[in-house]
C-alpha cells in the first residue's frame, strides 16, 4: 500500500515471459514417459487396421462423420446409439471428480494436452537455444543474426510440430492411408485442409507462446477443481513450517535459527506456469510436480531429507507441525466421497458395457402413421399404416422377414414387397411402408383399440426383434 | 527480487491470524496485490490488470467489425441496408442453393420422364426419390383439398388416397392423366368429366321414389336399409342409375362413375347425404397441373400416391 495509492493501475500487463530451466527426478522421468505414451496414441492410433469384412471400413478407430458411424476396434456406435459417447462423458467428468477430489489436479499436470504440446514445445525450444540462462539471454538480445536464425528454427519446428498435430487429427474422421496421400497430392476435401491448418494454428500459438495462459485466462477447470479439491486431496505443496524463516547458506553453511529453505529460487526456476509454490496454494499451479524434482535435488545436496516441497494433504499440516507422521496416503484417498465418485462411475461403466454386450445388431422402429387413425378398405376391413425402420448393423446383406403376432385378426402387408421380405444392404437402414388390416366381422376391425406385435426376423435364422404397437378399429 | 528479500528479514509479519497455514502467501496478498476495494461476505475482489494480447484481441476485432460493414450488408437505412462490396445477399444465396440442389437432381428428374410408368417402381433409387419428391408436391399441391395425410375430406368430397378405390382408376397411368388435367376442368380439353343428373331438382324422380332408390342403393353395400323401400327402388335404379353405376353398383372409373356396391362412400353413406346426392347430384372438381408442374413432378406424385396404399 506505498505507491500504489497515488498512480492510477494499469489496465494491462505485458505477459512476462517464462523459461523453465530443465530439471530432473522422479517426476520429470514419469512425464517423459506419460508424454511419449500419449503422443504415441495420438498419432499412431488412427494407423491401426481393423477388419469388419468387405462392406465396411477398416481403420480400428473413425469418426465417420458422413456415413454418421463411429468405429472403435470391435465395436460399432450408430447414431441412434450416442447414448454410449454420452455415458462414456459423463464417465470421463465423474473421472476427473474422483482424480481431483483424491489427487488435486493430476489431470492438468500430466495428462492435459495443453500440458504435453507445451513440454514438447519447451523441449524442442531447449534444444535449440539451450538452457534458461541462454534463453533469457536470446531473449534480451537485440535482434542479430543468432537471434534470428535461432527464433526461425524454434518456430519452424513449433511450426511442423502444430502441422503433425492438426493432420494427425484428420486421420480420426477419414481411412488414414487414403486420406494421407489425398492430403498431399492436393485431392483432399477443402474441410480436411482448413481443419490441419486451424489446428495447426492453435498448437503453434498455444504450445509456443499462450502456454500458462491457456490455464490461467481460458480454461474454466482450474475454477471447477476449486470446488473439487477439500483438505483431504493430496495436492503439491511446500511445507513451511519446515522451510521458514528461508535464507541463503552462508559460507556454504546452515543457519542453524533458518529453516530447511535456502531460498535458491530453484523451484521457481522450473515452473512452467511461472510461479513460487511457496506461496502456497494458488489458481495458477497445475501440479505438474517438477518444482519437487528440483527441491529435492538440492535437498540432497545440502543434506536435509528431500519432501520440503512435495505431494501433502492440508489436514496434515497440524501434525506435521508437532513433528508427527502424517496420515497415510491410504486413508486420504480412500474417503467416503472418492468411494462414492468411484461407485457411480462404476456403476456406469458397467451399465454401459452391458447394454454394449446384449444389444442386438438388428433393430426395429416402428411410428404408427396417425393421419387419418385408419383406413376403410372397399371390402369393409380396416386397415393401419406404420413407418417401420429396419437397421441392419452387420456386416452383410441380410433378408428381414415381417410379421405380425399377438392378435390373431391381423395381416401384416409390405408395401412394395408382397412376400414380407425386404433386404436391407450391409451396415444401412431401410424405411418401409407397413400395412396392418383387420378383416370385416374380426373384433379388431370394430373395436376402438387392440394390440398388435410386430416382428422383424432375419431369414433362415433365430435372430429376430420385436416391437408392440397398437391398431385402430372402426370406433376409433 | 529486492522487494522479496525485504519481505524475507522481516520474519514479524509472518505468523498473524489470517496468515497462519500459508503466511508467505497472505503476505503478499496484503502487500502487493491491489484490490478493488469491493467486500462481499468477505470476500475480495483482485484488481489485476488484463493481459496486453486480450486487449490487442479486443483492438483487431473493433477493427474486423469495421471490415465487415465495408464487405457485408451492414447498416440499416430507411428502405434497405448498405449493401456491401461482396455483394452477398442471403436471398440470393437460398436461390442458388436451390438451384444447386435442382441441378443435382436434375439427371434423375430426367431419368423419370424417360423411365415407362410402370416400371418406375421397379428400379429402387428412381422409385425412392420419385417417391421423396412427390411427397414434397403432395404437400405444397394437393394437400390443401386430399389433406397432409391423403385422406381426404368426405364431407367436402375430396377423395381419400388411401383406400383401395378409384373413382378414376388407380394406375400409374390414370393417376398421371387425372393429375395433369384435372377432372371437370374447362382449361383442359383432355380433363375428364363426369356428368350425373340433378334427378330431384329437375323433376325426374319424385321425393318418394328417390327415397326408394337410395334405399335400394344402401342394399347394394350390404348397408342398413328398408326392404321395401329397396324392392320398390330396383327398378327405378336399373331405369336411371346402371347404365354409369352398372347393374349390381359396380361403378365405371372411365366415367368416373363411383362404385355403390362396396363400404367407401364418397360423400357419405347415410340416407340422408344419398338422398342429397341423387336430388341435387354433385361433381368434384380437380385443377390441372400441366400448367403448375414438369411433367417430373407429374410423375413424382402419381409415383407417391400410387404407393400410399390403394395403387393399382
Not at chain 1, 535482434?143 to 484428420?170: H, N, P, Q, S
Not at chain 1, 465418485?341 to 461403466?349: E, P
Not at chain 2, 331405369?239 to 366415367?255: M, T, V
Request: glycine share 8%.
Amino acid at each position: 500500500m506505498s505507491t500504489s495509492d497515488e498512480t492510477p493501475p494499469p489496465l494491462y500487463a505485458k505477459r512476462e515471459p517464462i523459461f523453465p530451466r530443465r530439471v530432473s527426478g522422479n517426476f520429470r522421468t514419469m512425464k517423459w514417459w506419460l508424454l511419449g505414451a500419449m503422443l504415441a496414441i495420438y498419432y499412431i492410433m488412427p494407423w491401426i487396421r481393423w477388419d469388419r469384412g468387405p462392406a465396411m471400413p477398416d481403420q480400428a478407430v473413425l469418426l465417420d462423420l458422413a456415413n454418421r458411424r463411429f468405429f472403435f476396434f470391435m465395436i460399432e456406435i450408430w447414431p441412434h446409439e450416442f447414448y454410449f459417447v454420452a455415458g462414456l462423458l459423463i464417465m470421463a467428468g465423474i473421472g476427473l471428480f474422483l482424480f481431483t477430489s483424491a489427487l488435486g489436479r493430476v489431470w492438468c499436470g500430466y495428462a492435459c494436452p495443453q500440458t504435453v504440446w507445451t513440454d514438447l514445445f519447451i523441449l524442442v525450444e531447449r534444444w535449440i537455444e539451450g538452457d534458461r540462462n541462454a534463453r533469457l539471454r536470446l531473449h534480451r538480445k537485440r535482434w542479430d543474426a543468432e537471434k534470428i536464425r535461432k527464433y526461425g528454427t524454434k518456430w519452424t519446428a513449433w511450426f511442423l510440430i502444430g502441422m503433425a498435430t492438426g493432420g494427425a487429427w484428420v486421420f480420426y474422421f477419414a481411412d488414414a492411408p487414403t486420406l494421407f496421400v489425398d492430403l498431399f497430392t492436393g485431392q483432399a476435401n477443402p474441410i480436411a485442409y482448413i481443419t490441419v491448418l486451424i489446428l495447426t494454428m492453435t498448437t503453434f500459438f498455444f504450445g509456443g507462446f499462450f502456454r500458462e495462459q491457456i490455464c490461467i485466462y481460458a480454461c474454466p477447470w482450474p475454477r471447477i477443481q476449486a470446488a473439487m479439491v477439500d483438505e483431504e486431496t493430496l495436492t503439491i505443496g511446500y511445507r513451511d513450517w519446515r522451510g521458514e524463516p528461508r535464507g541463503k547458506l552462508k559460507k556454504g553453511q546452515l543457519d542453524p535459527n533458518q529453516g530447511d529453505c535456502i531460498d535458491c529460487m530453484a523451484c521457481v526456476n522450473v515452473c512452467p506456469m511461472g510461479i513460487d509454490i511457496r506461496d502456497g496454494q494458488q489458481m495458477a499451479c497445475i501440479t505438474c510436480g517438477l518444482c519437487i524434482d528440483a527441491c529435492d535435488e538440492v535437498m540432497d545436496r545440502i543434506g536435509k531429507p528431500r519432501g520440503l516441497i512435495g505431494y501433502l494433504a492440508l489436514s496434515d499440516e497440524i501434525a506435521e507441525r508437532e513433528g508427527k507422521p502424517p496420515k497415510s496416503v491410504w486413508k486420504h484417498v480412500f474417503r467416503p466421497r472418492t468411494v462414492l465418485y468411484t461407485s457411480i462411475w462404476s456403476l456406469i461403466g458397467v451399465g454401459l458395457l452391458i447394454a454394449l454386450f446384449i444389444r442386438s445388431d438388428l433393430d426395429m422402429s416402428v411410428s404408427p402413421i396417425r393421419n387419418p387413425t385408419h383406413i376403410v378398405l372397399a371390402d369393409g376391413t380396416v386397415r393401419n399404416v406404420y413407418d417401420i425402420r429396419l437397421r441392419n448393423m452387420y456386416g452383410e446383406s441380410r433378408e428381414f422377414v415381417l410379421s405380425v403376432s399377438d392378435n390373431p385378426d391381423l395381416a401384416l402387408a409390405v408395401e412394395g414387397a408382397p412376400d414380407r421380405r425386404v433386404s436391407v444392404a450391409a451396415d444401412e437402414q431401410t424405411q418401409l411402408r407397413v400395412y396392418l388390416s383387420a378383416p370385416p366381422g374380426t373384433p379388431s376391425n370394430t373395436a376402438q383399440t387392440s394390440p398388435a406385435r410386430i416382428w422383424a426376423s432375419i431369414a433362415g435364422s433365430n435372430e429376430r426383434v420385436y416391437s408392440d404397437t397398437v391398431f385402430n378399429g372402426r370406433s376409433q | 527480487m529486492a522487494e522479496e528479500s525485504d519481505n524475507t528479514q522481516d520474519p514479524s509479519n509472518k505468523i498473524t491470524p489470517a496468515s497462519r497455514q500459508y503466511p508467505d502467501s497472505t503476505r503478499k496478498i496484503e502487500e502487493d496485490i491491489r484490490t478493488t476495494g469491493h467486500s462481499w461476505d468477505g470476500i475480495e475482489e483482485y484488481d489485476n490488470p488484463m493481459p496486453r494480447w486480450w486487449v490487442w484481441t479486443f483492438l483487431i476485432t473493433v477493427v474486423w467489425a469495421v471490415g465487415y460493414w465495408v464487405v457485408y450488408p451492414a447498416w440499416p437505412g430507411i428502405n434497405s441496408a448498405t449493401s456491401g462490396i461482396a455483394g452477398y445477399s442471403s436471398r440470393e444465396r437460398v436461390a442458388q442453393e436451390i438451384a444447386d440442389f435442382e441441378a443435382r437432381n436434375e439427371s434423375l428428374f430426367v431419368q423419370l420422364v424417360d423411365t415407362d410408368l410402370d416400371e418406375i417402381r421397379e428400379i429402387d433409387d428412381l422409385h425412392r426419390f420419385a417417391v421423396n419428391a412427390g411427397a414434397s408436391v403432395f404437400r405444397a399441391q394437393c394437400s390443401q383439398c386430399h389433406g397432409t395425410g391423403g385422406a381426404g375430406v368426405q364431407a367436402a368430397g375430396y377423395p381419400n388416397l388411401l383406400n383401395d378405390d378409384w373413382l378414376w382408376g388407380g394406375t400409374m397411368e390414370d393417376i398421371v392423366q387425372t393429375v395433369t388435367y384435372g377432372i371437370r376442368n374447362e382449361d383442359f380439353p383432355d380433363a375428364r368429366w363426369s356428368e350425373m343428373p340433378a334427378f330431384g331438382q329437375d323433376g325426374l324422380l319424385e321425393e318418394d321414389e328417390i327415397h326408394e332408390v337410395v334405399n335400394y342403393v344402401l342394399s347394394l353395400s350390404g348397408s342398413e336399409h328398408d326392404e321395401a323401400l329397396a324392392a320398390a327402388g330396383a327398378e327405378l335404379y336399373e331405369i336411371n342409375c346402371a347404365s354409369c353405376h352398372g347393374d349390381g353398383g359396380e361403378g365405371d372409373y372411365f366415367i368416373g362413375a363411383p362404385a355403390l356396391n362396396n363400404q367407401i362412400w364418397l360423400y357419405g353413406g347415410t340416407p340422408e347425404t344419398l338422398f342429397e346426392t341423387i336430388y341435387y347430384s354433385r361433381f368434384g372438381v380437380m385443377p390441372g397441373f400441366a400448367t403448375r408442374l414438369r411433367e417430373a413432378e407429374i410423375r413424382a406424385v402419381a409415383a407417391y400416391v400410387h404407393q400410399l396404399g390403394g395403387g393399382q
